[in-house]
């Protein structure tokens, strides 16, 4: 049976990955263009925000197709089995930039319902 | 774009595992939309699922055995380049939604798009997901100024006229 604090590990273990992102792209993107190292840490980070997510999904039998977090989850889907090759870091570092902020607040929502 | 968080908390309410005949039912009728085999091994030990799942091998279709079976979809057949080109016009259509433009061939399933700046992976997220639904099969986008770019692009989507 799910319980009303399903999923919580995977909210947190989300939330962990996004602060991660948030503090790695503070970096400034200089750093994120002169290094490929901190631009696949990004991109691993994202498979492990959309990887907790689906995990959360699952946990609160929530079907894909309602799922409220289409967007995290098929970017980890496109990441995890498509060419590294077909990853634009323009539009890498743009995610980071105006995707990560907004997905932590909601998180820290969500945990704070949860947790309730 | 930060739009991709389109939902409120009160989804989460919602967010309960439903009637396990119900689950398997629609397992079920998924398994019979399914177009190839997925197997994939267990995710969660069984006492962890939410419900208890039901056997791997539905209809003949193998599935990924997670905590629910609603939470499974089977993995849909790429779109072939002339199922693209016969719904050309509907994705020419939605595309500007996501910031996509001037879409071409990539091969079985992949288009390749000039996506506009300030645009992120949710946005080629949302599109594919649409695109999907639109056409039940798998299609992939890849920004143009993605190093596979140059290599895949290839002729613009042609309307067939028949979507």
Same mark, same amino acid.
């Given at each position: 049976m799910t319980t009303s604090r399903a999923g919580l590990a995977e909210l947190e273990q989300a939330l962990e990955a996004v602060e991660a992102i948030i503090r790695l792209r503070d970096g400034g993107k200089v750093t994120f263009d002169n290094s490929e190292d901190r631009r696949w840490a990004l991109a691993? +980070?994202? /498979?492990?925000?959309?990887?907790?997510?689906?995990?959360?999904?699952?946990?609160?039998?929530?079907?894909?197709?309602?799922?409220?977090?289409?967007? %995290?989850?098929?970017?980890? !889907?496109?990441l995890c089995y498509r060419p590294p090759s077909t990853v634009s870091t323009r539009i890498l570092w743009d995610t980071c930039l105006y995707d990560a902020d907004p997905l932590a607040a909601l998180l820290r929502h969500l945990k704070a319902v949860i947790s309730q | 774009m930060c739009g991709f968080l389109r939902w409120s908390a009160a989804t989460l309410s919602l967010a309960r595992c439903r009637n396990p005949h119900t689950l398997r039912r629609q397992s079920s009728q998924h398994a019979k939309q399914a177009s190839r085999t997925v197997s994939q091994p267990a995710l969660l030990? @069984? !006492?962890?699922?939410?419900?208890?799942? %039901?056997?791997p091998v539905t209809d003949g279709i193998e599935f990924r055995r997670t905590a629910g079976p609603a939470t499974v979809e089977p /993995?849909?057949?790429?779109?072939?380049?002339?199922? +693209?080109?016969?719904?050309?016009?509907?994705?020419? !259509?939605? @595309? %500007?939604?996501?910031?996509?433009?001037? +879409?071409?061939?990539?091969?079985p399933g992949t288009i390749v798009a000039d996506v506009t700046p300030?645009?992120?992976?949710?946005?080629?997220?949302?599109?594919?997901?649409?695109?999907?639904?639109? +056409?039940?099969?798998?299609?992939? /986008? /890849?920004?143009?100024?993605a190093p596979a770019a140059r290599r895949l692009a290839g002729e613009p989507l042609r309307s067939t006229n028949a979507a």
């Open positions: 691993f +980070l994202w /498979v492990n925000v959309g990887s907790a997510l689906k995990q959360f999904c699952r946990l609160r039998g929530i079907e894909q197709g309602s799922s409220p977090f289409p967007g %995290p989850i098929r970017m980890r !889907d496109r | 030990p @069984a !006492d962890q699922m939410c419900e208890p799942g %039901p056997s /993995v849909k057949a790429s779109a072939p380049e002339e199922l +693209l080109d016969r719904f050309a016009a509907v994705l020419a !259509d939605l @595309a %500007p939604r996501h910031g996509l433009s001037n +879409l071409r061939h990539g091969g300030g645009r992120t992976l949710a946005d080629l997220a949302r599109f594919e997901l649409e695109a999907e639904s639109l +056409l039940d099969h798998e299609v992939f /986008v /890849v920004s143009s100024d």
